[in-house]
């Protein structure tokens, strides 16, 4: 079981929350409607062509930027994962969205 955390925050609690809900606003702008509640701490899906799992604090593929959180938009909408770059001092990364198919989703505990 795994503990939530946003990747790149140094102190959790507050500060990890207050990331967490700026990341669900960016995440709602990015989609056009709002992510559930539920927390994601890694996808096993079809991303970029191939099977992977994407996970929290890894890198999102081979040499790219570190996944910050992963959000759920609904049975109808893609999971959207946010990205930051490992020397990003603005926090304000990417966002990615990632489609069907997802095999299996793992919630921090």
């Not at 955390?5 to 990341?23: D, M, P, S």
């Not at 996808?43 to 099977?51: A, N, P």
């Amino acid at each position: 079981m795994t503990t939530f955390f946003v990747a790149g925050i140094e102190w959790q609690g507050a500060r990890a929350e207050a990331a967490y809900r700026e990341l669900r606003e960016r995440s709602q702008v990015v989609v056009g409607c709002p992510a559930r509640s539920r927390r994601i701490f890694k996808l096993s899906c079809r991303f970029d062509g191939r099977d992977c799992e994407i996970e929290v604090g890894r890198p999102l593929s081979h040499g790219s930027d570190v996944v910050v959180a992963i959000l759920d938009h609904g049975r109808e909408e893609a999971f959207v994962v946010h990205t930051a770059a490992a020397d990003d001092d603005d926090g304000a990364g990417g966002a990615v969205r990632v489609g069907r198919p997802v095999y299996s989703v793992t919630e921090f505990s």
